[in-house]
């Protein structure tokens, strides 16, 4: 897997963007990377051309530069990271999709930047990690160290292996979990009603028959990530509830979720993944291939 080189960085200078920026210096500085830091100015949708005889509103860049300077230089004062500030004018999603883009990034970071309590996660980062057609790091949290504790949901699919794989090599220093929530019931939910009622049915069997094959295919898919640390959970009837609540009780600062990539501006993020953006309070990585 190639090395992170050059990571966009989406943040609000008038919203609480000291996270974000902490973040993305601690991962350029762990895999030497870049950093391209890029402002999305919304253009006031009350200007009015100047040849109709009114003052043009304009905005500021320049001044919306320096105040990201001033904040960046506070911030990277020891690490020395590289660093170029772009500030442009446009809807945020589609500033940071184009951008990274035309810089070539291997990763992205941004900030949630919300306030509802039921929903962890902004407009602007569920429209990107839904769209991005790489790697996005999504900031919830304020920021210390580098990542400890890292949860990574798994299907055993490809892209999920491939997340972890990701993982590993940008946060050398972290401890990667995989867990899987298996739903034994589910399977023969349609057998058990009218007619078809299996009366013999031992559910206690085959639940342990189930849980068994489930940690069976968790140990090999352990082994082919090369990781130590892993967990089957009871999903019962809704293993997304099951892996949430999991999530949100434990103390991981990370979950990484995989992405199958996007087909134009439709995302292939699966129902699980775009439950984790939005209803956990812990940072979130979404791989995409």
Same mark, same amino acid.
């Given at each position: ?13 008038? &919203?609480?963007?000291?996270? *974000?920026?902490?973040?993305? !210096? %601690? =991962?350029?500085?762990? @895999? ?54 772009? *500030? ?13 883009? !035309? ?15 039921? @929903?962890? !996660?902004?407009?602007? &980062?569920?429209? =990107? ?6 790697? =996005?790091?999504?900031?919830? $949290? ?26 590993? $090599? ?10 899987? &929530?298996?739903?034994?019931? #589910?399977? =023969? ?6 007619? #078809? ?12 028959? &189930? ?5 069976? @295919? ?24 099951? !892996? ?31 439950? %984790? ?9 979404? #791989?995409?291939?």
């Amino acid at each position: 897997m190639k090395k992170i080189k050059r990571i966009i960085v989406g943040i609000d200078i008038f &919203a609480k963007s000291n996270n *974000v920026l902490k973040r993305a !210096l %601690i =991962v350029a500085k762990q @895999n030497e990377a870049e950093l391209f830091i890029v402002h999305a100015v919304q253009t006031p949708w009350f200007s009015v051309p100047s040849y109709l005889g009114a003052k043009e509103v304009t905005v500021d860049t320049k001044g919306i530069k320096k105040k990201i300077e001033k904040k960046i230089k506070a911030l990277n004062r020891e690490d020395k990271v590289p660093y170029s500030i772009f *500030v442009r004018e446009g809807d945020a999603d589609d500033i940071l999709r184009y951008e990274s883009k !035309l810089l070539k990034a291997d990763m992205m970071v941004i900030g949630a930047n919300t306030k509802n309590k039921k @929903n962890f !996660l902004g407009t602007t &980062a569920e429209k =990107v990690a839904h769209q991005s057609h790489l790697p =996005v790091l999504i900031v919830k $949290n304020s920021v210390k160290k580098p990542y400890q504790n890292i949860v990574a949901p798994t299907d055993f699919q490809t892209q999920s292996k491939q997340s972890i794989l990701f993982a590993k $090599n940008i946060f050398p220093s972290a401890k990667i979990k995989a867990v899987h &929530a298996y739903e034994a019931f #589910y399977a =023969v939910g349609m057998y058990t009603a009218g007619s #078809y009622t299996l009366e013999t049915l031992d559910i206690e069997m085959y639940d342990e028959s &189930a849980k068994a094959s489930a940690e069976n @295919n968790l140990k090999e898919f352990m082994q082919d990530v090369d990781i130590g640390k892993g967990k089957v959970i009871d999903g019962e009837l809704n293993g997304k509830e099951a !892996l949430l609540e999991y999530i949100n009780k434990g103390s991981f600062d990370l979950v990484v979720v995989g992405s199958r990539g996007t087909t134009g501006f439709k995302a292939l993020l699966g129902s699980v993944a775009s439950s %984790i953006l939005r209803e956990t309070s812990t940072d979130v990585l979404v #791989y995409v291939p």
